[in-house]
């Protein structure tokens, strides 16, 4: 008996495991993506969507003797490309663990690999191959076709495989030995991933939407483009994969440039969101307690504020009256020639409480103000830097910041008949609503936020707790309100300057979020919101 006599049992059960995981409907590539996340969704679409996911991912060198590009850093043990240049055809990519990464460097530099272990990969996009014979052909031999292969696992193991047990020629559905007699010998294990049940324990990909559905909402958005009530990008996800993106209008209407996936917003007081997290996080690092008083962390805060803590500013519950209510002409003035911090704060310094902290609920930007001004003291850095370094970086938001906006910046219009961008300096939202981002980059927070990279479950649930309850009887969490949604919780906010309009929803039950964002201020954007969100659901 050889040694290697027991390996078609071992193999036999690896057979079943595989084919199990890989009933997981592979990760879809969604439409209208920038290039590097359809390069991504390209690569992930490769491999289960648990393995996707947290995999590090490649795009091929930009020429000949190049190194692999870095898209993406993965945290587990896997790796996908994108698709293989050479080949003719639909995209082939493919992801490996580390067995078969060191099988396919060895492979790449004509070397024999050394196989202590099984080794997986796969292909549930599918692929083609010169030979199924030749390992060093790089186009089929004369008067032959390309081999297209199927969805498929690939195995590596000591010893290789038996050509008794198993075929050396491509059959459907069959397993087969590809490279037989070689070094790179392997077997491959055509899926048919179609077979695939959303019941199945390990059937985690997200639902794909149906094209009726995308044309369905397309078009109603196309409608409101029309109308001149909506511009800009919007985005749908469901289990941290996009099912859906597209734009409108112009980023810049005097140039004639069209708004893109990456074209960067002002976020408006949606960022109330950013500022409720960062305090949480402090609360999470030991650093402070949301229920301090916020004199602990002001200087020259007046007597009446004593018993305002840090839940009354992110609840909106303090009694500061909002800055842009009680000195209006101020404030105006401060949107159009810029603000400090301290310009704002001494905008509603010296007035009075509108109600005893904690009695009411009433929006006030002046609170959120303030609530930034705590975190810089905390943290000992702006609040800007503070942002940048522990939320958006790492939640890979990289077209992100509360800082002055980029030049990329796309102008901000009053009404879509405007063609002068309007001027409205940020500053003057100083905490409250600052920050600049992509649709993109709010997709990434809302993943980031609700699957525990952020804040561990309890500073969530704190976020996501009903501390009061607004004017139009919905319960205010921190930075968010919540609300029912025909019969689901729905977690959202939405920013409002005089020239963006943003919103986020996030449905809490069913992991599934819709952003939106553009360069016009948007009266209907929670109408918009709503409507393309009774769309998606349909009758599910």
């Not at 930034?372 to 790492?394: R, T």
Request: with cysteine; charged share 20%.
């Amino acid at each position: 008996m050889s040694k290697y006599s027991e390996m078609p049992l071992l193999v036999g059960g690896l057979l079943l495991a595989l084919i199990l995981l890989s009933a997981c409907q592979p990760v879809q590539v969604p439409a209208a993506v920038s290039e590097v996340d359809a390069k991504i969704a390209v690569a992930m679409s490769a491999a289960p969507v648990e393995i996707a996911k947290d995999a590090t991912i490649l795009d091929w060198p930009t020429e000949e003797g190049g190194d692999m590009v870095l898209l993406r850093e993965g945290t587990n043990d896997w790796t996908c490309f994108t698709d293989w240049p050479v080949t003719p055809g639909a995209p082939d990519p493919a992801c490996y663990d580390l067995e078969w990464g060191a099988w396919n460097e060895a492979f790449a530099k004509g070397e024999t690999p050394q196989i202590n272990t099984v080794g997986i990969g796969y292909m549930l996009a599918g692929g083609v191959d010169p030979s199924n014979t030749d390992p060093l052909a790089m186009e089929p031999a004369p008067g032959e076709d390309w081999v297209v292969t199927p969805p498929h696992i690939m195995i590596i193991a000591p010893g290789g495989f038996d050509p008794a047990l198993f075929a050396t020629e491509p059959h459907a559905g069959q397993p087969y030995i590809m490279f037989k007699d070689t070094p790179y010998e392997h077997l491959m294990v055509p899926v048919d991933r179609d077979a695939v049940t959303a019941s199945h324990p390990l059937a985690l990909a997200p639902t794909p939407i149906a094209e009726e559905t995308v044309a369905n909402i397309n078009a109603y958005l196309d409608d409101e483009f029309d109308k001149g009530r909506f511009t800009g990008a919007a985005l749908i996800a469901r289990d941290g994969e996009i099912l859906w993106s597209n734009v409108w209008g112009l980023a810049d209407r005097q140039q004639g440039t069209p708004n893109t996936l990456d074209t960067v917003f002002l976020a408006g007081e949606l960022g109330t969101q950013f500022t409720g997290a960062a305090a949480l996080l402090l609360e999470q690092q030991g650093k402070l307690s949301l229920q301090d008083s916020i004199c602990q962390y002001l200087d020259d805060c007046p007597d009446t504020w004593q018993a305002i803590t840090l839940h009354h500013l992110l609840s909106h519950t303090s009694g500061i009256p909002d800055y842009f209510d009680a000195r209006p002409m101020e404030a105006h003035e401060l949107t159009v020639k810029g603000a400090t911090p301290e310009s704002v704060v001494a905008l509603f310094h010296d007035l009075p409480l509108e109600f005893e902290p904690g009695a009411q609920r009433v929006w006030s930007h002046s609170g959120f103000t303030l609530a930034a001004l705590v975190i810089e003291h905390v943290a000992g850095q702006s609040y800007a830097d503070y942002m940048q370094q522990q939320l958006f970086e790492p939640l890979g938001m990289t077209h992100s910041g509360c800082d002055t906006p980029p030049a990329a910046l796309a102008p901000g219009y009053y009404w879509n008949t405007a063609k002068t961008p309007a001027t409205y300096d940020p500053s003057s939202l100083f905490g409250s609503g600052n920050c600049y981002t992509t649709v993109g980059d709010l997709y990434r927070w809302n993943e980031g936020l609700h699957t525990g990279d952020l804040l561990n479950a309890d500073e969530l649930a704190k976020m996501l707790t009903s501390h009061a309850i607004t004017a139009y009887n919905e319960g205010a969490g921190y930075g968010i309100v919540l609300r029912d949604f025909n019969g689901r919780r729905l977690a959202s906010n939405a920013g409002g300057p005089d020239d963006y309009s943003s919103i986020s929803y996030r449905f809490l039950d069913d992991n599934v979020t819709f952003v939106a964002i553009g360069n016009q201020w948007m009266e209907y954007i929670f109408d918009i919101a709503d409507q393309v969100s009774t769309i998606y659901f349909g009758d599910e």
